[in-house]
């Protein structure tokens, strides 16, 4: 169920445009800030809310890779492997989160603290290796670095 | 005038086309996949790509327009390349398992493949997994197969506005899905199995059971779930149906079918089916020969005549039965045994509703193509769910409000509630209220000369303001106010008006509202028709005052033509109704009844009573294809065919006559057939050889459907056979009572619980439960109940009920559905014992000869919670 603060935001968004289905992505973003990703029920709700059909908003969020389909944990950790970062040793990094946290790419810790997403370049090459935590960036990033950062977020 | 050159072909062309269009029309065929003649352009699988002098690059025809001077060259070797790489990318993901897919052999794609296609493809790195989904039980989805065209998407949402499917995912990870996931809970049209050009949506009923080049024969007939009749074309293997699909463009429906006619038709091949004729003898039934039935029907029927007269005889006749069967059954009921006691179930609203408005507005004033809804500025919808009751005729509603034309729904009709502009739910029969405040309001619009006999009645309507209405039906002021503008705005407006309209206390006053109406907004009407041959009762004469032709039995004139034709007197008086019958019949008024395919007990409102009055005849016959509960209260059972099994005509709700034809063979007797051998018994011979013979002397006899032969009714357009004979005039408002302003504004009880007839997209009157496909989508009877009245007998889907009346209950689960119409309940009247006929009360509206609901309350027990029943 969403919240009646969220029903009212997505309301307000409607508002803002023509049609429903350009209502659609900034809606969806809400119930995501919400609950952390899109349920099922929560992409029928939306649909009901819009008047969008259901199988619309599925086919919609499921279209964009920012958009969850599975719970995840409470923060979620986006690390780039791509060629910058690479060089500048985020593998080395990959392998701290499992050593310390268990966590594997896609996976997410036995608590529900974390979740990690493998990121193809954030636009850091400069600062390489680099990472957002939830909306937060953090670049510079070393094996000493990152465990600092990450027990910040609980 | 444009000019364009396709492979050095000279095309002239009026108004612009595509390229694809203007090489069809010069009959130069271009290759698509995601092209569709029912959908939009979408140039999305670039097989169509053409090459265009002084272009640079190669353009998709199927979305580039010509222009004058343009040279168009779709073989060339750059082309035919292209494809065959375009082809190459579609079978990167493609299964490749044709030896094992249905499809081969009618797939595109393989054909395709076939002609252009790469021999071997150069993708080394596996194709993508996607099992097969069993979890729908009419549709197999085979996502491996799907070369992501969207046709069926496009199809689904842009034409059947079911919105069930979409395309999930990105790139190379897409594919069709229903929300679920899973099971599709959708309308079950199956139009998505017509456009999809691959294996990738296929229908469970034929899996694996045929290939396409193993049947031995199409025969195009018409479908026989409702009023709409749409072309189909069934293919046959053996002696039995293997799929019915529809006919490429042909009929009403122009390639669109309904889960009825698409899946339903599976009813014909049941084990059920009644086969040889059967003799109740101590009340066991025994089997007998055709002609033993005949002398034991005849010998009877004669004694009963000779010792009561002919009016103590009856005979109901059915819309699932051809107009030849229906002629030959009325002849048979008038001239031989001498008597007017003939009518269907058609006269519960579609009949009486067609005698209301050519009583007003002349004969032929319902007669209306389809099609033109779309065409038409605005569309009113009241009675009933058009997408449910005519789903064919529904999707020209959606069409229409598709093209943005405002569509106002009056009632509760699910089907409808996304595409309708003004949407008015009035409480349980309160529609007078709604009505006469519309009347009202447009009178004062719209302003009427006041010159007609009709406007004169028009403006002694009672005034109701929408305020007075408000109260009464629940239907906020502005909410009417908008539909009001909507309506008034409105030049050429479709009304479609259901059969609910009139089964309720005030139904002639809601005619008579409606009649208003469409004088006020100058519309055209359309009346739901549940039946296939409603519409063809209705002209053979199969009603107890009218003669074949639309004529009044009364005008002597018309009579004296029938007389001299059949060469015997017809009484004069008109008969009973099929609502006086089964009262008569209960008052042992009547000793005989003949019953031609009608399954009275489950098709008629009080099963009980329909019951015991039935009990109490001296003498039943019926004719059905199954052992009904009707032919089992009977004396003889004739077993007839179905309409796949046999050859004549129905005329649609458009009045469009159709022929249906002969797919497979069938055990049973044509009813035309076995009445006609009644009928020599009884010292009347009929000697008809086929349905051609009865055609013949229909088109002889009747003015409506003068020297119409089967010739006519072949190419699909026989509409309003009417060859320049008089038809009847309207403008005879006698019998019509005004009603007053306390009538039109009836409150209903308060704390009172209404039961109102749910008309399921799945089921047909009692028949689809003997569709093994049909019962599996929708296998359960239901209750659909509003938000509020959930919310304060603390009920949630999925739980069950049960239901109760003064006359029974019912054990229901329950589906919330925030449109059902406050303090009421909808449960389907298609479950036989399990039915909501089976536990209403009826009673007969004199105006209108119609059964009109008793408006008594139901009460509600909750029995099991949906937890529990899923822990048992």
């Not at chain 1, 670049?139 to 990152?146: G, K, M």
């Not at chain 2, 790509?49 to 070797?77: A, F, H, N």
């Not at chain 2, 005034?463 to 502005?478: Q, R």
């Not at chain 2, 086929?690 to 006899?701: G, H, L, R, W």
Request: glycine share 8%; proline share 5%; hydrophobic share 40%.
């Amino acid at each position: 169920m969403l919240s009646e603060n969220a029903v009212k935001e997505i309301g307000l968004i409607r508002n803002k445009y023509h049609d429903a289905q350009s209502s659609l992505l900034p809606a969806l973003y809400v119930v995501q800030k919400e609950h952390g990703w899109l349920s099922p029920e929560a992409l029928k709700e939306v649909g009901e809310i819009l008047n969008v059909p259901k199988a619309e908003v599925k086919g919609v969020s499921t279209f964009y890779a920012m958009f969850r389909h599975r719970p995840i944990g409470r923060h979620l950790i986006q690390l780039c492997t791509n060629v910058a970062c690479m060089i500048m040793g985020s593998e080395s990094l990959l392998n701290i989160l499992k050593e310390r946290y268990g966590l594997e790419p896609n996976g997410t810790t036995g608590d529900g603290r974390f979740s990690l997403v493998v990121m193809e370049c954030i636009g850091a090459c400069g600062t390489a290796p680099a990472m957002l935590v939830d909306t937060d960036f953090h670049d510079n990033l070393t094996e000493e670095r990152i465990v600092n950062i990450l027990e910040k977020y609980k | 005038m444009i000019t364009v050159t396709i492979n050095r072909k000279k095309i002239e062309l009026e108004k612009p086309v595509t390229i694809l269009k203007a090489a069809g029309m010069a009959g130069i065929e271009i290759p698509t996949l995601c092209n569709h003649e029912m959908l939009e352009a979408y140039g999305g699988c670039r097989l169509c790509l053409v090459e265009i002098e002084k272009m640079p690059r190669l353009q998709t025809s199927c979305t580039q327009y010509v222009t004058d001077g343009m040279v168009v060259w779709t073989e060339t070797e750059r082309v035919v390349e292209a494809r065959k790489a375009m082809l190459e990318f579609l079978l990167i993901n493609h299964a490749l398992d044709c030896p094992y897919c249905d499809k081969a052999g009618e797939c595109d794609l393989q054909d395709m493949v076939a002609k252009y296609g790469p021999t071997t493809g150069r993708f080394a790195e596996g194709k993508r997994r996607h099992p097969e989904s069993f979890e729908d039980p009419i549709i197999v989805r085979n996502m491996e197969r799907c070369i992501s065209c969207t046709r069926c998407v496009r199809m689904c949402s842009k034409v059947q506005g079911a919105y069930a499917i979409s395309m999930v995912n990105r790139s190379n990870k897409t594919f069709v899905e229903p929300f679920s996931g899973g099971k599709y809970d959708c309308e079950y049209c199956g139009n998505c199995l017509t456009v999809c050009p691959v294996g990738a949506i296929m229908s469970r009923m034929h899996r694996h059971a045929y290939r396409p080049w193993l049947i031995e024969k199409e025969v195009d007939t018409v479908c026989s779930f409702c009023g709409v009749g749409c072309s189909m074309v069934l293919q046959v293997r053996g002696n039995s149906i293997v799929r019915a699909v529809p006919k490429k463009g042909a009929g009403s429906n122009k390639g669109l079918l309904c889960n009825r006619g698409r899946f339903g038709y599976d009813y014909v091949g049941s084990s059920g089916r009644l086969d040889s004729p059967m003799i109740k003898r101590d009340g066991k039934f025994q089997r007998a020969s055709w002609s033993e039935a005949f002398t034991f029907i005849a010998d009877r029927l004669k004694k009963i005549k000779d010792e009561n007269g002919g009016s103590s005889i009856a005979g109901i006749a059915s819309g699932r039965c051809t107009n030849e069967d229906g002629y030959v059954f009325q002849k048979f009921m008038r001239a031989v045994l001498g008597s007017n006691n003939i009518d269907s179930v058609a006269s519960f609203g579609y009949a009486q509703a067609q005698r209301f408005f050519e009583g007003i507005f002349g004969q032929g004033v319902t007669a209306n193509s389809m099609r033109g809804i779309p065409n038409s500025d605005g569309v009113f919808v009241v009675g009933g769910d058009p997408t449910a009751v005519n789903p064919v005729l529904g999707l020209q509603i959606r069409a229409a409000s598709g093209k943005g034309v405002p569509v106002v729904a009056a009632g509760y009709m699910p089907g409808l509630m996304i595409f309708a502009t003004s949407r008015l739910i009035p409480r349980p029969f309160t529609e007078t209220a709604l009505l006469s405040a519309l009347v009202t309001e447009l009178r004062d619009i719209k302003g009427i000369s006041g010159k007609g006999p009709f406007d004169i009645l028009i403006n002694d309507i009672p005034s109701v303001s929408l305020g007075e209405a408000e109260e009464v039906c629940g239907i906020p002021s502005e909410d009417m106010r908008s539909a009001v503008d909507a309506l008034s705005r409105m030049t050429n407006p479709s009304i479609v008006i259901g059969r609910d309209i009139l089964q309720q206390p005030e139904g002639q006053a809601c005619l008579l509202l409606l009649a208003a109406l469409i004088s006020l907004l100058n519309s055209r009407i359309y009346l739901l028709s549940e039946l296939p041959n409603e519409q063809g009762l209705v002209d053979m004469g199969c009603l107890p005052d009218m003669l074949p032709g639309g004529r009044h039995l009364s005008v002597e004139s018309f009579r004296r033509r029938y007389e001299e034709f059949f060469g015997v007197d017809i009484p004069s008086n008109p008969g009973m109704g099929i609502m006086e019958m089964i009262e008569a019949a209960h008052d042992k008024r009547i000793k005989a009844l003949h019953v031609m395919g009608e399954d009275l007990v489950y098709n008629m409102p009080d099963s009980a009573y329909v019951k015991a009055a039935l009990s109490k005849l001296d003498f039943l016959v019926v004719h059905d294809i199954f052992m009904t509960e009707t032919a089992q209260l009977a004396d003889v059972v004739i077993p007839s065919l179905s309409w796949a099994e046999k050859e004549g005509s129905y005329t649609n709700l458009e009045r469009k006559m159709q022929l249906v034809r002969k797919a497979v063979e069938g055990k049973g007797m044509e009813e035309w057939r076995a009445v006609s051998e009644i009928s020599k018994l009884l010292g009347f011979d009929m000697d008809y050889k086929s349905s051609v013979d009865i055609m013949t002397e229909i088109a002889n006899v009747s003015p409506l459907h003068k020297d119409i032969a089967y010739a006519d009714m072949a190419g699909g357009e026989c509409m309003w056979p009417y060859k320049g004979e008089p038809l009847r005039h309207g403008m005879s408002l006698e019998g019509i009572e005004m009603p007053d302003k306390g009538s039109l504004l009836k409150k209903p009880e308060k704390d009172r619980i209404y039961i109102g007839i749910d008309k399921p997209l799945f089921h047909f009157e009692n028949l689809s439960r003997n569709s093994a496909a049909l019962s599996s989508i929708a296998p359960e009877p239901y209750m659909n109940v509003g938000k509020a009245l959930a919310d304060s007998l603390s009920l949630a889907g999925g739980d069950s009920v049960s239901v109760s009346t003064g006359t029974g209950s019912l054990k229901l689960s329950v589906q919330v559905d925030p449109d059902v119409p406050e303090n009421s309940i909808m449960v389907p009247d298609n479950f036989g014992d399990k039915g909501a006929y089976t536990i209403m009360k009826w009673k007969m509206n004199s105006a209108i000869k119609a059964p009109v609901a008793d408006a008594t309350g139901v009460t509600i027990k909750k029995i099991k919670r949906a937890a529990e029943e899923v822990a048992v």
